[in-house]
C-alpha cells in the first residue's frame, strides 16, 4: 500500500495466527453459528441442525473469541473458524482503509483464544511466577504500601493503537514523576511502574509477575491502575469501587481538550444524553457518576481478579470508530490520520492517570470508600435476583410450551424434528457453594 509503507512490509511480520489455538488437521462439514454463543447454538438446535463432528465458521463480535471456540467444542465440534464480518467493522461501518477507519476486505485479525479469565499466564508455570522482580522507586514515608502502574507493550503486529497510544502515555507520565523527582519531591508510598509482555498471548507478563511476590504483593499492593489503548473522547474508568469518589476527583481536575470542560463533565453530559432514565437522573442528582466493574481481557486481571488488589482500568475513547483491531493496519499510518491524530487525548490520559498516581501515593489516608462499595454491591446482589427470576420464569415458559406441544405444532413440518427436551429450572447455589471464579494464587 503506497501511502503507508509500514501494514505493507514483508520482514517484520509474522502471518496471521491466533495464539494458543490448538494444532491439527481436520476435514468435516461447516456450519455457520452467527457468533458463536451459546444462544446461537440453541437456535441452530431449535432448527435440528448439529454441529457434532463439524467444523463451526463464526464470526467476531458479541463475545469473546476465545469463548467461540471452547462454546464450539462444547457443542461436539471439531474445529472453529473465526473470520471479520463486513457488516461488524468492514464496509458497513464506514470508507476502508486506507480512505477510512474500517477494515479492508484483507484485514484479518489476530487475537488470543486462551480460557483468559481463569487461567491467564505462561501455561508452564500456572499459579507460579516466572519473571524476576521490577524496580522500585521508595516511598519516602510508606515505602511497604505499592501504588502500581502499568500497560503492556507487546502489540499483534505494528499496534500503534494497541497498545503504543496507552504506554507512551504511561512513558510521559514517568517521565514528568522524574522531573519531580529532580526538584525534589518525595512521595510517601512506593510507585512502581510497569511495562508488560505477553499481555495480547495470555496476559504473561503481568501474570508472572503477580505470581512471582505472591505473598509481598498481597501484603503490599495498595491499588493497581491499567491502561490499554487510548483515543479521542470520553472519560472510562472501571474498576474497584471503592475508588469511585477518588477517580471521579481525579476526572474532575483534567480539561477535555476539544470540548473545554473537565472530562468528569463531560462523561456526565454524555451519561445525560444517551443514558437510561434511570442513568440520566443519576447523573443529574449523585454526587458522582458510577464506574463499571472490569470484566477480563488486559492486564487487571491477575491483580484484581487473582490477587484482590483495588484496581483501576482507566482511558478515553468512543469517538472514532475503526475497524482494524489486531491487524496489520494498527499502525501510525492509520492512527495519525483516523483517530487521535494530534494526539491531545494522549496527552490527556498522561494527565488524568497521572494525577491519580501522584494523588494515591501522597495521600495521608488511602482513599477508599467501603460505603459505595456495600452500596454496588447491594446493587449486584439486586441484578442477580432479578436475572435468576427473569431465567426462571423463562424456563418455567419453555418448558411448559414444550409440554404443550406448541414448538411441535408451529415447527417447520419440511424442515427435521425439533429436538427441544425441558430444561431444569435454575436454582440459589446454597451459600457453602464458592462462585466458580474464584482462585487463590497461593500455594
Ligand atoms: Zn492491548
Redesign the pocket.
Known amino acids: 500500500m503506497l501511502v503507508d509503507p509500514t501494514s505493507g512490509q514483508k520482514t517484520e511480520q509474522l502471518p496471521t495466527y491466533n495464539a494458543y489455538s490448538r494444532d491439527g488437521d481436520v476435514t468435516a462439514p461447516l456450519v455457520y453459528v452467527n457468533y458463536g454463543r451459546p444462544v446461537d447454538y440453541e437456535h441452530l438446535d431449535r432448527l435440528g441442525v448439529s454441529v457434532k463432528g463439524a467444523i463451526v465458521i463464526a464470526r467476531y463480535g458479541a463475545s469473546w473469541r476465545g469463548i467461540k471456540p471452547k462454546v464450539a467444542a462444547e457443542h461436539g465440534a471439531i474445529g472453529c473458524l473465526i473470520y471479520s464480518d463486513p457488516r461488524d467493522d468492514g464496509y458497513f461501518g464506514g470508507e476502508v482503509f486506507p480512505e477510512g477507519p474500517m477494515r479492508s476486505r484483507d484485514g484479518v485479525q489476530r487475537g488470543s483464544v486462551m480460557d483468559m479469565p481463569v487461567y491467564p499466564g505462561d501455561p508452564l508455570t500456572p499459579g507460579v511466577g516466572a519473571t524476576p522482580e521490577a524496580k522500585r522507586l521508595a516511598g519516602s514515608v510508606y515505602p511497604d504500601e505499592w501504588i502500581i502502574r502499568g500497560n503492556?507493550h507487546d502489540a499483534w503486529v505494528n499496534g500503534a493503537g494497541?497498545?503504543v497510544s496507552?504506554i507512551s502515555a504511561e512513558l510521559e507520565e514517568a517521565r514528568a514523576l522524574g522531573e519531580l523527582l529532580k526538584q525534589g519531591w518525595k512521595p510517601k508510598r512506593t510507585i512502581i511502574y510497569a511495562a508488560w509482555d505477553g499481555?495480547?498471548p495470555a496476559l504473561l507478563g503481568s501474570t508472572e509477575w503477580v505470581e512471582t511476590p505472591a505473598a509481598e504483593l498481597e501484603a503490599h499492593a495498595a491499588v493497581y491502575i491499567n491502561t490499554?489503548?487510548n483515543g479521542r473522547g470520553y472519560f472510562s474508568a472501571e474498576g474497584s469501587h471503592t475508588l469511585e469518589p477518588f477517580i471521579n476527583s481525579v476526572a474532575r481536575a483534567v480539561e477535555d481538550p476539544e470540548a473545554k470542560v473537565s472530562a468528569w463533565k463531560r462523561l456526565q453530559a454524555t451519561t445525560i444524553a444517551t443514558g437510561t432514565p434511570e442513568e440520566r437522573s443519576e447523573a443529574r442528582a449523585r454526587d458522582d457518576l458510577r464506574i463499571g466493574a472490569l470484566g477480563s481481557g488486559?492486564d487487571f486481571t491477575p491483580f484484581l481478579q487473582h490477587s484482590g488488589v483495588p484496581t483501576l482500568n482507566l482511558g478515553y475513547g468512543g469517538e472514532d470508530d475503526n475497524g482494524i483491531y489486531h491487524s496489520i493496519y494498527d499502525d501510525f499510518y492509520h492512527y495519525t490520520h483516523f483517530e487521535d491524530t494530534d494526539f491531545a487525548y494522549g496527552r490527556l490520559a498522561a494527565q488524568t492517570v497521572g494525577t491519580a498516581v501522584i494523588r494515591l501515593a501522597d495521600a495521608d489516608v488511602l482513599p477508599f470508600d467501603f460505603t459505595r462499595l456495600a452500596e454496588t454491591v447491594k446493587r449486584y446482589v439486586d441484578d442477580v435476583q432479578t436475572l435468576l427470576k427473569r431465567r426462571q420464569d423463562e424456563v418455567r415458559e419453555r418448558n411448559r410450551q414444550i409440554e404443550d406441544g406448541v414448538f411441535a405444532a408451529t415447527r417447520d413440518p419440511r424442515r427435521r424434528t425439533d429436538t427441544r427436551k425441558p430444561w431444569p429450572a435454575p436454582r440459589r447455589n446454597s451459600p457453602a457453594t464458592p462462585p466458580p471464579f474464584v482462585r487463590s494464587t497461593r500455594g
Open positions: 503492556h494497541d497498545p496507552g499481555e495480547e490499554d489503548s488486559s
